[in-house]
């Protein structure tokens, strides 16, 4: 089992940012990768970012290309989102999640992770 426990979510304005953080434990040597994803109200849960554990290769959602920065101090067993430039519209919970699919191709999708965090609220106002 790995656990995993969001923390620095908040309201900021519209251009502000904020970065949000991701601690695991438990059996973490058994993910390959941690992401992020998103879910607003009435919307499905959508993609924003990925990065594995080794290596550190990094995915992004073409929406936050250029304005989220995710990373990782594997010495903390930490996954980190950095937020600029945010946008109303990346209004949302945050979730973080680890998987155990070694292909990149799978990380996309939500389905494909084994473990997943409470949320964190992340609100834009205009």
């Known amino acids: 089992q790995v656990q995993l426990v969001e923390s620095g979510g908040g309201l900021v304005q519209a251009g502000g940012s904020l970065r949000l953080s991701c601690a695991a434990s438990g059996r973490t040597f058994s993910s390959y990768a941690m992401g992020w994803f998103r879910q607003a109200p009435g919307k499905e849960r959508e993609f924003v970012a990925a990065i594995r554990w080794s290596g550190g290769s990094t995915y992004y959602a073409d929406s936050v290309k250029g304005r989220f920065t995710i990373s990782r101090d594997n010495a903390k067993n930490t996954v980190y989102l950095q937020m600029n430039s945010l946008k109303p519209e990346d209004t949302a919970v945050y979730y973080c999640?680890?998987?155990?699919?070694?292909?990149?191709?799978?990380?996309?999708?939500?389905?494909?992770?084994?473990?997943w965090g409470q949320g964190t609220q992340v609100t834009v106002s205009s």
């Open positions: 999640a680890a998987t155990e699919a070694y292909y990149s191709g799978s990380y996309y999708t939500s389905s494909r992770y084994d473990y």
